[in-house]
Nanobody, 124 residues
Framework: VQLQASGGGLVQAGDSLRLSCAAS????????LGWFRQAPGKERDFVAS?????????YYADSVKGRFTISRDNPRNTFYLQMNMLKTEDTAVYYC?????????????????WGRGTLVTVSS
């Protein structure tokens, strides 16, 4: 299984950014997917997750609810994190991950495949 995150960069507070995660080597549509982030000197935190199939179930961290949207494109084996109204505190390395089954989860221990991460820097 390989996951490749992309789309990070340097933006200003209030801007938008869309992260992508391309997956291979797994039955994409049957897996729940998630985004996590790790800020400098901090632990890796949950950001968002989406259930298998059409992704009818999504979860978000309270800190991003209403600003971030997770989505998936099964034919392309790709999922996304649309980030709007970015804040300086959103600065982190963002990791995409695939869950062990199809249920969306906030628990990082449920994810067995991880991408390398993409850096998002939000300046004031």
């Amino acid at each position: 299984v390989q996951l490749q995150a992309s789309g990070g960069g340097l933006v200003q507070a209030g801007d938008s950014l869309r992260l992508s995660c391309a997956a291979s080597g797994l039955t994409f549509s049957s897996r729940a997917l998630g985004w996590f982030r790790q800020a400098p000197g901090k632990e890796r935190d949950f950001v968002a997750s989406i259930s298998r199939g059409t992704g009818t179930t999504t979860y978000y961290a309270d800190s991003v609810k209403g600003r971030f949207t997770i989505s998936r494109d099964n034919p392309r084996n790709t999922f996304y994190l649309q980030m709007n109204m970015l804040k300086t505190e959103d600065t982190a390395v963002y990791y995409c991950a695939a869950d062990t089954d199809g249920l969306a989860s906030r628990n990082p221990n449920r994810y067995d495949s991880w991408g390398r991460g993409t850096l998002v820097t939000v300046s004031s």
